[in-house]
């Protein structure tokens, strides 16, 4: 599948890679200048893959608070909850974000491989609960642009004025650009100031060249590496279904005080005591880990890393991983090409 930026991302020669089907540009100079170019000025990410659902009726909030971790009743109209949603084991189907439009309507957004699965599991806690809900899968109705970085409320502000400077962080507001209507939502996947926005199709070329006047575009390599320093979970990698919250780092999304699915999975699991936890690393050795490779202690097996890259801001290779809960060494050594290398663990934001 493609993007309706496809074409414009071989214009600017755009390094395509397959992505959940999507065939998404992973790069356009270089991932080293696309991640600077975020932290120190503007990037713009081609994240139309994503998918999107509006859960409406009388029964929408009730319902969203049945399926997710977190707790709406943090949140008021126009703000947006991140949190995990969960199989009746504790584990991950997805981590989302839900944003609450008006009463009884919200816009959750979904990541791309779990699209469909997504909106399988929503329709099945429907009928499970009898919710008084209505559950549309819009991801073909809307593309996904991340304006990401140090000075895009600049770029934002030539584009849409007005619209994103009081915009307060994790919420989100209807606009307009000519005569399409579109979400914009404070948030992003950088840990730099941005806004995600949600328009149609057929708006986003013209959208995309109007930004480009002062961002630079970015691959989904730079956003891999982005997230990584600042230690956010990728689905499939720290967070799956066979990894529940409460060992991803992720129990602060997490309210024990309300019922959720997944909740006396989870009850079990602490009382039974939480067995590995996820740790960031710093390389002390050459070598850059990945998904998969194995960790020890020096002797044997301890656990597996889940993310690595290269760091351009600090320059050194760094990555995320899971170790036993109660591991007290400060070094660990992992397993690459069959050679251990040393690294020291870290917390799990690096910058």
């Given at each position: 599948?493609?993007?309706?930026?496809?074409?414009?991302?071989?214009?600017?020669?755009?390094?395509?890679?397959?992505?959940?089907?999507?065939?998404?540009?992973?790069?356009?100079?270089?991932?080293?200048?696309?991640?600077?170019?975020?932290?120190?000025?503007?990037?713009?990410?081609?994240?139309?893959?994503?998918?999107?659902?509006?859960?409406?009726?009388?029964?929408?909030?009730?319902?969203?608070?049945?399926?997710?971790?977190?707790?709406?009743?943090?949140?008021?109209?126009?703000?947006?909850?991140?949190?995990?949603?969960?199989?009746?084991?504790?584990?991950?189907?997805?981590?989302?974000?839900?944003?609450?439009?008006?009463?009884?309507?919200?816009?959750?957004?979904?990541?791309a491989s779990n699209t469909e699965k997504d909106y399988a599991w929503f329709l099945k806690q429907r009928d499970i609960y009898k919710a008084d809900v209505e559950i549309k899968n819009l991801s073909d109705k809307y593309d996904l642009l991340a304006v990401q970085g140090k000075t895009a409320a600049v770029c934002l502000q030539a584009v849409l004025p007005g619209v994103f400077t009081d915009l307060p962080v994790f919420s989100m507001r209807e606009a307009s650009y000519h005569e399409h209507k579109l979400y914009i939502a404070r948030t992003?996947?950088?840990?730099?100031?941005?806004?995600?926005?949600?328009?149609?199709?057929?708006?986003?070329?013209?959208?995309?060249?109007?930004?480009?006047?002062?961002?630079?575009?970015?691959?989904?390599?730079?956003?891999?590496?982005?997230?990584?320093?600042?230690?956010?979970?990728?689905?499939?990698?720290?967070?799956?279904?066979?990894?529940?919250?409460?060992?991803?780092?992720?129990?602060?999304?997490?309210?024990?005080?309300?019922?959720?699915?997944?909740?006396?999975?989870?009850?079990?699991?602490?009382?039974?005591?939480?067995?590995?936890?996820?740790?960031?690393?710093?390389?002390?050795?050459?070598?850059?880990?990945?998904?998969?490779?194995?960790?020890?202690?020096?002797?044997?097996?301890?656990?597996?890393?889940?993310?690595?890259?290269?760091?351009?801001?600090?320059?050194?290779?760094?990555?995320?991983?899971?170790?036993?809960?109660?591991?007290?060494?400060?070094?660990?050594?992992?397993?690459?090409?069959?050679?251990?290398?040393?690294?020291?663990?870290?917390?799990?934001?690096?910058?």
């Open positions: 599948m493609k993007t309706a930026l496809y074409e414009i991302h071989k214009e600017l020669g755009a390094k395509f890679v397959d992505f959940s089907g999507w065939d998404m540009p992973v790069q356009f100079n270089s991932v080293i200048s696309e991640h600077l170019a975020v932290r120190n000025g503007t990037g713009i990410f081609d994240a139309s893959h994503m998918g999107e659902m509006l859960v409406s009726g009388s029964g929408a909030f009730a319902f969203i608070n049945q399926v997710i971790t977190n707790n709406l009743n943090r949140i008021a109209p126009g703000k947006g909850i991140y949190s995990p949603v969960l199989y009746e084991n504790g584990t991950c189907v997805d981590d989302i974000i839900v944003y609450y439009l008006a009463e009884n309507k919200f816009f959750v957004v979904v990541n992003g996947y950088t840990g730099e100031d941005g806004a995600e926005i949600f328009l149609p199709p057929q708006a986003s070329p013209a959208f995309y060249r109007d930004l480009l006047k002062n961002a630079v575009p970015c691959g989904l390599g730079a956003r891999d590496s982005l997230r990584l320093e600042k230690g956010y979970s990728l689905y499939g990698h720290e967070i799956s279904d066979q990894i529940n919250p409460l060992e991803s780092g992720l129990a602060w999304t997490v309210d024990l005080d309300k019922q959720f699915t997944g909740k006396d999975a989870l009850l079990a699991m602490k009382k039974a005591g939480i067995k590995r936890r996820l740790s960031g690393f710093i390389m002390e050795d050459p070598g850059v880990a990945r998904n998969g490779n194995e960790i020890s202690d020096g002797k044997k097996n301890i656990g597996y890393v889940t993310s690595g890259t290269f760091s351009p801001v600090l320059k050194k290779n760094i990555g995320l991983c899971f170790i036993p809960a109660d591991y007290k060494e400060s070094h660990i050594y992992i397993s690459l090409r069959g050679t251990l290398k040393k690294a020291y663990l870290h917390k799990r934001k690096f910058v």
